[in-house]
């Protein structure tokens, strides 16, 4: 990817979340996310990471599936 297209995508993002950075979340703590038996992620963790994947993808940058 260029440094120009990345520099798209970034202001893009930036302007989707900037208005919230200073209220947003400090996050969640692993065993919140993660069952940790298996070593997986909970559902609603992983169906979290698969919406902001295919935002991500949709903005023209590519994952290893």
Do not use: H, T
């Not at 990345?6 to 900037?18: D, T």
């Not at 919406?51 to 599936?65: D, H, N, P, T, V």
Request: hydrophobic share 30%; aromatic share 12%; glycine share 4%.
């Amino acid at each position: 990817m260029s440094r120009l297209r990345g520099n798209e995508i970034v202001k893009r993002l930036l302007a989707k979340y900037e208005e919230d950075i200073p209220q947003a979340p400090k996050g969640e703590k692993y065993e919140k996310c993660w069952d940790i038996q298996s070593k997986e992620p909970k559902l609603e963790y992983l169906e979290l990471y698969q919406k902001i994947k295919q935002e991500l993808a949709e903005y023209g940058i590519r994952f290893k599936f």
